[in-house]
């Protein structure tokens, strides 16, 4: 199964709010590379097709940690498979068609410099990361609350937000700190050297 086909295997299976239909239209249409942009210029996923495979590792990753007992019990934190599947699998979709194909500069073993393909950003829709993620969903479907603050804050302390804000949105919706968690786990342990292998 591809990438892209288990996106939508998950998509389908567990998404079914009003809306759905036409944001994954929305995704698969010619004028959207959702399944074939990178994750990043340089770093995790940063590979044609990292940001779907980002998508699937931040989904995998967050079900985990979900389930863990002591998320259940202790924090008292459950989600619908819904939700999971609309954080997880749609957080990252402020960097769609943000992505243009490059070269850069890297010297090899030897220290002599060559010219090796590579990604730059440009962004046409500069309206921030989390917030633009969610300015773009809610024109397809209507966010829980929960929702909503988990994509938006799903950079965590890594991204240029006033701390308070972030300790605040992780204190009082617990799917943000999660989704954080799944981020990281996915971007830093799965796809930091990843070049298309991920599952």
């Not at 006033?162 to 204190?171: E, M, Q, Y």
Request: contains cysteine; proline residues 4%.
């Amino acid at each position: 199964m591809t990438a892209k086909e288990h996106f939508y295997s998950i998509y389908t299976e567990q998404i079914k709010r009003e809306g759905a239909d036409k944001l994954l239209d929305y995704l698969a249409s010619p004028g959207c590379d959702f399944f074939t942009a990178p994750a990043s210029t340089r770093f995790h996923g940063a590979y044609e097709g990292g940001l779907c495979e980002h998508s699937l590792n931040v989904y995998a990753c967050l079900k985990d940690y979900l389930a863990r007992p002591r998320v259940k019990e202790i924090y008292g934190l459950g989600c619908s498979e819904e939700s999971i599947a609309i954080a997880a699998l749609l957080h990252d979709v402020c960097k769609i068609n943000c992505y243009k194909p490059s070269f850069r500069n890297v010297k090899d073993e030897h220290g002599v410099w060559q010219r090796v393909p590579s990604y730059e950003y440009e962004d046409q829709l500069p309206y921030g990361h989390g917030e633009k993620s969610v300015y773009i969903l809610s024109g397809f479907l209507r966010l829980t609350r929960e929702e909503a603050f988990a994509i938006r804050f799903h950079m965590g302390f890594s991204g240029t937000e006033d701390v308070r804000l972030v300790s605040d949105a992780f204190a009082q919706f617990p799917l943000a700190f999660a989704l954080h968690t799944a981020d990281m786990e996915a971007s830093v342990f799965l796809e930091k050297n990843a070049k298309g292998t991920s599952k």
